[in-house]
């Protein structure tokens, strides 16, 4: 995969990190509190760690990868 598709990917995880933030801001304002590791809710830390990772992703360049293509 080249790094376009890594970044590609990485934002909509992000987007949808938003999204759940979004939630978690609702559902606390509404007095619904569940199980959160510093004020965030479970699916927006998943979202928004699989955009970090996405982001960073290094695909080898190396002589052996690329003649295995």
């Given at each position: 995969?080249?790094?376009?598709?890594?970044?590609?990917?990485?934002?909509?995880?992000?987007?949808?990190?938003?999204?759940?933030?979004?939630?978690?801001?609702?559902?606390?304002?509404h007095?619904?509190?569940?199980?959160?590791?510093?004020?965030?809710?479970?699916?927006?830390?998943?979202?928004?760690?699989?955009?970090?990772?996405?982001?960073?992703?290094n695909?080898?360049?190396?002589?052996?990868?690329?003649?295995?293509?």
């Amino acid at each position: 995969m080249n790094r376009g598709v890594h970044n590609i990917a990485g934002l909509i995880f992000a987007l949808l990190g938003v999204y759940f933030l979004v939630a978690d801001m609702n559902a606390h304002h509404h007095g619904h509190n569940g199980a959160t590791l510093l004020g965030l809710g479970e699916m927006t830390w998943m979202w928004f760690t699989m955009a970090i990772v996405h982001f960073f992703l290094n695909d080898c360049r190396c002589s052996n990868c690329k003649d295995k293509k």
